[in-house]
């Protein structure tokens, strides 16, 4: 990859990747690789979640009863956890949206110009 590709490309913000599990169950169940799959599409591949941020990240959420999860056959064959969103999760998922809007609006409000 090049290093104009490399510096184009933000890491997740502290904080942020829970809201976006949650954000990319809400398509459906998917297993780990498609979940940061969809991350990284749905960014324009300016977000990549990296195995060891994700899957710590899912456990997590599992534990605190955002998500569930069962083994299944993923679409090339092979043995994979799918993870869903429980109603508890979508809950959070609501939340954690209200908190990033008015996280949005705060850094808005301080990078706009005086006089503004």
Do not use: C, N
Not at 82 to 109: M, N, P
């Amino acid at each position: 990859m090049a290093l104009k590709q490399r510096q184009d490309r933000m890491d997740v913000l502290q904080g942020t990747l829970d809201m976006l599990i949650l954000q990319t169950l809400q398509w459906g169940p998917q297993h780990g690789l498609r979940i940061a799959q969809g991350i990284r599409q749905k960014s324009e591949e300016l977000l990549r979640v990296e195995a060891g941020s994700l899957y710590p990240a899912l456990h997590r959420l599992e534990q605190q009863g955002w998500l569930k999860s069962a083994w299944k056959v993923s679409e090339k064959g092979q043995r994979a956890k799918y993870y869903r969103l429980t109603q508890s999760g979508k809950k959070q998922l609501t939340a954690e949206q209200g908190k990033w809007e008015r996280f949005v609006k705060a850094i808005g409000l301080v990078m706009q110009p005086t006089g503004r």
